[in-house]
């Protein structure tokens, strides 16, 4: 069955943002002139995505106007002239169909999976995190998508990492199938380096058979007390195959601010016009240092 559906966990509170992200979302943090979120969301739709379901928290709302038609900014735009912003609006609001549910209790990631039960029903799915943005040349997700097609089954996206970083990750056992293709057998939620089954890190990618949903409703909470996805996901291997995908990109984790901040950088000097005076810059402060 093709994999039509996505879901976003975005009723965290970025507490690693704060004071910017008291009164907006964290996923809402603009990189260069696009918020963290669209960039995530233009992947899902470069990867064959047809329907995304937002699961919000409580001060969420600047994520469903960012998304939605804003017919006075459309008129203001269009009386100044300004054609291209006024397409990149407008395309905006028509880029693939947009669904909320909130997200009542901050019971975790496996929580709010759950909360898309109903959205999903009985078809595998895809999830992505908002703060994970992959540069590749083929979208992440569709790298995951085509693992899910080949092996039927669940597919989670794996980074190596170093070992001293471990401890911040969900991390998997896995035994290799192909160059960058895994059976996972076995999954730890943020383990120390003595502990860590191995240098290769869950990332905010996962494709998943709708078997979760039932595991995650008797899933007892886990470290943090919260309800963790990785140990759902877990107990799913051991009913059917889950996978593992290294995908080929490079990543920025920008819920974190040295992440973020070098995802700043990489993205402006990809663009035309800022690299030459961007990359000069940068050079100039490097040369005072």
């Not at 943090?29 to 995304?52: H, S």
């Not at 407008?90 to 990631?109: M, P, T």
């Amino acid at each position: 069955m093709r994999v039509k559906k996505a879901v976003f966990p975005v009723a965290g509170l970025g507490t690693r943002f704060l004071p910017a992200t008291k009164s907006s979302p964290k996923e809402m943090l603009p990189l260069i002139d696009k918020p963290l979120v669209q960039y995530v969301v233009e992947e899902a739709v470069a990867a064959g995505i047809e329907q995304i379901l937002f699961v919000t928290g409580r001060g969420k709302r600047a994520i469903e106007d960012h998304f939605d038609t804003s017919t006075e900014l459309e008129l203001h735009l269009e009386e100044k002239g300004k054609k291209t912003t006024l397409k990149a609006v407008r395309e905006l609001s028509d880029l693939v169909d947009i669904f909320y549910v909130r997200q009542k209790k901050a019971l975790g990631l496996g929580h709010a999976i759950l909360c898309a039960r109903d959205f999903i029903g009985n078809e595998p799915f895809a999830v992505l995190l908002g703060d994970d943005i992959i540069d590749s040349q083929r979208p992440c997700l569709r790298q995951l998508l085509d693992v899910f097609d080949e092996r039927n089954g669940s597919v989670l996206a794996l980074e190596k990492v170093p070992m001293a970083n471990i401890s911040s990750y969900g991390c998997v056992r896995a035994d290799q199938l192909s160059e960058r293709v895994f059976r996972v057998t076995d999954m730890v939620e943020k383990p120390s380096p003595e502990e860590a089954p191995s240098d290769m890190a869950i990332i905010g990618r996962y494709v998943l058979t709708p078997r979760i949903f039932s595991i995650l409703e008797q899933q007892e909470a886990g470290k943090g007390g919260e309800i963790q996805l990785t140990d759902a996901i877990l107990k799913l291997s051991k009913e059917e195959n889950v996978f593992g995908c290294l995908f080929e990109g490079l990543r920025h984790d920008c819920g974190d601010k040295l992440g973020f901040l070098k995802a700043t950088v990489d993205m402006a000097l990809k663009r035309d016009e800022f690299k030459v005076e961007f990359e000069k810059y940068l050079r100039q402060r490097l040369a005072c240092t």
